[in-house]
């Protein structure tokens, strides 16, 4: 049952970080659909790690080189996505108060994105891998 609660607490913080999105572009004040671009660093920020456990054997404690490589690429993606909304305000292709909108959705997903892994990364007997 804790599962059941964990996944629908998550599916609700990425349901407001969307909002937060939306609304930075949807806004009549803002009418402004480029931070959309943003949905595709959503998807491609977990894929490095979850590539990265398929492959590595977790049974060694000392570092890997694939799960440093991993982290690295998403942390890039992820400052990527903090960093594209502030170029955005700088280049006036979009306000302001789009941009602090957008950067607090990118808050809320990636907050998201880690409860996930944090929740459902275990392989217990509850994990994401079942399904």
């Excluded at 969307?18 to 009549?28: E, I, K, R, V, W």
């Excluded at 943003?38 to 054997?57: E, G, N």
């Amino acid at each position: 049952m804790a599962g059941i609660k964990a996944l629908i607490s998550l599916s609700f913080g990425g349901a407001v970080g969307l909002m937060f999105l939306m609304l930075g572009c949807a806004l009549p004040v803002y009418n402004a659909y480029w931070p959309l671009f943003l949905l595709f660093f959503y998807i491609l920020a977990p894929i490095p790690y979850c590539i990265s456990r398929r492959v590595v054997d977790d049974t060694d404690s000392a570092s890997n080189a694939c799960k440093e490589l991993a982290i690295f690429l998403t942390t890039g993606i992820v400052v990527s996505a903090f960093g594209l909304p502030i170029i955005f305000a700088r280049a006036d292709v979009m306000a302001w108060g789009a941009c602090a909108l957008v950067l607090t959705g990118n808050i809320v997903i990636f907050c998201t994105i880690l409860g996930f892994f944090l929740v459902f990364g275990s392989n217990d007997d509850f994990s994401w891998q079942q399904w």
